[in-house]
Antibody
Framework: QVQLVQSGAEVKRPGASVKVSCKAS????????ITWVRQAPGHGLEWMGW????????NFAQKVQGRVTMTTDTRTNTAYMELRSLISDDTAVYYC???????????WGQGTLVTVSS | QSALTQPASVSGSPGQSITISCTGT?????????VSWYQQHPVKAPKLLIY???NRPSGVSHRFSGSKSGYTASLTISGLQAEDEADYYC??????????FGGGTKLTVL
């Protein structure tokens, strides 16, 4: 079955960077985009962007544009999301998901908690 | 761009039907039939319920249905069950080629 498995929780200082991985299995990796969505504690979902696993094209939300990099490794079927210049408001659970249609995401990874604290 | 507007909470008794609304603008829901709905139980990842306004992925119960009129999309859950108690989020494609989510609705099964 299609499955996305993410890397473990991270604790970072303000100003640092974090890189979260998302390993896909159960489908041909290059046939779908991977999207990233985050959820701050007690808050709703926030779309961050997506990357084509086929050609690396990206599309980012304006809020994180300039601080985020999304990449894929087709040798290991893994997607990565790196967020730089972290601030406390970046504390959230970060999810990857397979972009299965124009705007529908299925399935989702289990989530990675990133805590930004001094 | 502001989030799509959802009621903060709704409730219903087992067996009843409830509807959750999701209101956007001409730049998102009003311009595309690309509305999705997700269910999220506590400390779990979201699960896709509805895509492209009214389509159900395989494995999703027929009790869940979606619709759209103008700038408002709706999710209806019929025959409420205790396991339906969760947070529900809508999302839409936008005219800037991005995705926007609703603020989420907490469903309580009484």
């Amino acid at each position: 079955q299609v499955q996305l498995v993410q890397s473990g929780a991270e604790v970072k200082r303000p100003g640092a960077s974090v890189k979260v991985s998302c390993k896909a299995s159960g489908y041909t990796f290059i046939t779908s985009d991977i999207t990233w969505v985050r959820q701050a504690p007690g808050h709703g979902l926030e779309w961050m962007g997506w990357i084509s696993a086929n050609n690396g094209n990206t599309n980012f939300a304006q809020k994180v544009q300039g601080r985020v990099t999304m990449t894929t490794d087709t040798r290991t079927n893994t997607a990565y999301m790196e967020l730089r210049s972290l601030i406390s408001d970046d504390t959230a659970v970060y999810y990857c998901a397979r972009r299965s249609g124009v705007t529908w995401f299925d399935p989702w990874g289990q989530g990675t908690l990133v805590t930004v604290s001094s | 761009q502001s989030a799509l507007t959802q009621p903060a909470s709704v409730s219903g008794s087992p067996g009843q039907s409830i509807t959750i609304s999701c209101t956007g603008t001409s730049s998102d829901i009003g311009d595309f039939n690309y509305v999705s709905w997700y269910q999220q139980h506590p400390v779990k990842a979201p699960k896709l319920l509805i895509y492209d306004v009214s389509n159900r992925p395989s494995g999703v119960s027929h009790r869940f249905s979606g619709s759209k009129s103008g700038y408002t999309a709706s999710l209806t859950i019929s025959g409420l069950q205790a396991e339906d108690e969760a947070d529900y989020y809508c999302s839409s494609y936008t005219t800037t080629s991005t995705v926007i989510f609703g603020g989420g609705t907490k469903l309580t099964v009484l």
